[in-house]
DNA sequence: CCTTGCCTTGACGCCGGTGTCAAGCCGTAC
DNA sequence: GTACGGCTTGACACCGGCGTCAAGGCAAGG
């Protein structure tokens, strides 16, 4: 398969591919021409990395999803380091999620304290 | 009130207090040296800023803000056009938490899985 | 032969708020 | 005189995941 033919199945660009190849995270051999040829599994492998990137993950963070998918698992998050990962970034989001909330009630109280006061115009 | 007195005060440094300038948020006025002399009341203004900021507003839609505190309203929010604003982000905070609350529980689901799943060794 | 369309590598642009360095002016203290 | 510290403007660096342009090779079809 060529670049362009798994970046239209994985809905992405060429671009992106060969971004994460150069990230050590998808895998291409050479055609004589000198043209990345892919493995057919290599679409699994550049799905998970869009629905983790759509997670908020990071590419590094990725790498060992790609590892354990690699290592013949059928889902990329069943293995230890994963699992490490996995926690790591439930905590931040958790921990995203506390401030993004506190964040929100600030502006709520804000909104409604400028809904009862009267104003200036500004400017 | 000089730059670098400034910036000690609202615990932030010149080269941020001359960016806000640029971009129209912080005014000063010049001595004789051409040093950048502030009015005491841009102090709040950079507190306000300061602290939009932080609740995840950029310098574009502090704007407003800013124009109202200078009205000389008690607080920046109270004016139409930071109510406005305030509405806009309250509504993209709303939004950005469902989306943060899905990702969170899709790895919940994933962590759960993981730890009932059997593994092959990754690499 | 020329076009078309795929591929290649390399490199800059973006976004946003700041750090940081450069080179130079100003005033004060020694 | 000179050293020092504050100020000035200008400009590059950063982070991350790409978009996008440049300049070129390769194959197929007219």
Do not use: W
Not at 100 to 116: F, G, K, M, S, Y
């Amino acid at each position: 398969m060529l670049i362009g033919e798994l970046a239209e199945l994985a809905g992405t660009s060429p671009r992106t591919l060969r971004y994460y190849e150069e990230h050590g995270l998808v895998r291409a051999g050479r055609d004589a021409n000198g043209y990345r040829q892919y493995d057919d599994g290599e679409l699994r492998v550049v799905h998970e990395i869009r629905t983790l990137l759509a997670s908020g993950f990071g590419l590094d963070d990725i790498r060992p999803f790609v590892a354990c998918l690699r290592a013949g698992n059928s889902a990329g998050h069943v293995c230890p380091d994963s699992v490490a990962v996995l926690r790591r970034k439930i905590a931040e989001v958790d921990d995203y999620l506390g401030q993004l909330t506190e964040v929100r009630e600030r502006l709520h109280d804000q909104l409604n304290q400028a809904l009862e006061s009267p104003c200036r115009r500004a400017r």
